[in-house]
Each structure stands twice: as structure tokens, then as C-alpha cells.
T-cell receptor
Framework: DAGVTQSPTHLIKTRGQHVTLRCSPI?????VSWYQQVLGQGPQFIFQ???????GRGNFPDRFSARQFPNYSSELNVNALLLGDSALYLC??????????FGEGSWLTVV | GIQVEQSPPDLILQEGANSTLRCNFS?????LQWFHQNPWGQLINLFY???GTKQNGRLSATTVATERYSLLYISSSQTTDSGVYFC????????????FGKGTHLIIQP
């Protein structure tokens, strides 16, 4: 079975632009969560979705939004990009809290 | 929010050495887990260890929930063990995400 897949793997954007990151969970997993990891830090929780509904939100501004589709894939959108949004964005899928699997991430550079 | 603190922040060892990584956490933490992040960013779940001891090959983990700490042991280190080790946990209630520590950066030298 395929693991958690994310796209794109690397991208460069200019300040003020918008970005969309995509994630496909492991087959059968209905929960998807997003994390931001800046260099030298641990991942920080952004959103969790379960059955297409937002179940949790971290301490991120409204420029960050997400959604989950009927096939359980998910998108993370970030508007009005800032230099500080440069980070590795990780998507995770899970069946339960004790089984969480991360994708390889999307490396975003804002210039 | 919950607190998750890891030590040491950095560790450099020779191949074959043993190591112990520590994670201290605050009250109301549950579902404590250990992860390994390789140099390419891939984050792998090593252990789900809310309490007790588990072993997987050369790795083992112990959580003493009453004293609010967890330990990750790596024996006979190999260069492929290099990377960053994180502990993480969920807070007690509600739907939320994992809170991660800042990690221990482990370098195993040949």
C-alpha cells in the first residue's frame, strides 16, 4: 500500500503570493493533519480534519486554511506568503492516535 | 498548553556506542510517542509508549507516566541512526494535534 503522499515536494514562492499543498492519506485513513516545521524546530500543529470536518486548529493566522475532500485527500492553503512561512510542511494520516504516519513533506521557500 | 522538553539537544557518538535520550513532559499529556526524522525530512513513528517499556530491535523506550518522563535507548549505534529524535504527545482533551519537543540531534560517526 502507498504511504502518505504529498505534492509538490519542493517549491519557491514570492512574498505575497498564495500556495496550495496537497496530501493523499493512506488508504482507509479518514484523519489528516498538517504540521509546519521550521529549520531547527519540532513540527507545529496547524490543522486536523476528520471525515471532511475540521477537528482541531493550532495557533496559526487566518492566512492558513485547509479542507478535506470526499476521498479524504486534503489541501493546505496559505495566502499572502511571508518570509517566515518558509518551512517543511508535513501531512500525516491516522486511524487512531497511536498510529500516525507522516508524508515526506513539501519544502516551501518564500523569497 | 502542554510542555514537552527533550535532552540533550545534540549528541555525537561513535558507531557501536549506546545512547539514552530523555523527554520530560507536563501534566495532562497522553499518547506519548517517539519519532525519528532522517536527514531528508521523513518522520517515522518509532514507539507509541504512554507507559511501560517497549523494544524494537536495537531500540527500546520506557515511559514513567507518574514521574512525567520517557527515555529512548539506542544500543550498538549505526550511522543510519543519525538524525533528529522527537518525542511528542497529545494534550488531555479535545481533537488536536501532537505537541513536539525540540528534538535531539544525533550524529553517529563511523
Amino acid at each position: 500500500d502507498a504511504g502518505v503522499t504529498q505534492s509538490p515536494t519542493h517549491l519557491i514562492k514570492t512574498r505575497g503570493q498564495h500556495v496550495t499543498l496537497r496530501c493523499s492519506p493512506i488508504s482507509g485513513h479518514k484523519s489528516v493533519s498538517w504540521y509546519q516545521q521550521v529549520l531547527g524546530q519540532g513540527p507545529q500543529f496547524i490543522f486536523q480534519y476528520y471525515e471532511k470536518e475540521e477537528r482541531g486548529r493550532g495557533n496559526f493566522p487566518d492566512r492558513f486554511s485547509a479542507r478535506q475532500f470526499p476521498n479524504y485527500s486534503s489541501e493546505l492553503n496559505v495566502n499572502a506568503l511571508l518570509l517566515g512561512d518558509s518551512a517543511l510542511y508535513l501531512c500525516a494520516s491516522s486511524l487512531a492516535r497511536n498510529t500516525i504516519y507522516f508524508g515526506e513533506g513539501s519544502w516551501l521557500t518564500v523569497v | 498548553g502542554i510542555q514537552v522538553e527533550q535532552s540533550p539537544p545534540d549528541l555525537i557518538l561513535q558507531e557501536g556506542a549506546n545512547s539514552t535520550l530523555r523527554c520530560n513532559f507536563s501534566d495532562s499529556v497522553n499518547n506519548l510517542q517517539w519519532f525519528h526524522q532522517n536527514p531528508w525530512g521523513q518522520l517515522i513513528n518509532l514507539f507509541y509508549i504512554p507507559s511501560g517499556t517497549k523494544q524494537n530491535g536495537r531500540l527500546s523506550a520506557t515511559t514513567v507516566a507518574t514521574e512525567r518522563y520517557s527515555l529512548l535507548y539506542i544500543s550498538s549505534s549505526q550511522t543510519t541512526d543519525s538524525g533528529v529524535y522527537f518525542c511528542a504527545a497529545y494534550s488531555g482533551g479535545g481533537a488536536d494535534g501532537l505537541t513536539f519537543g525540540k528534538g535531539t540531534h544525533l550524529i553517529i560517526q563511523p
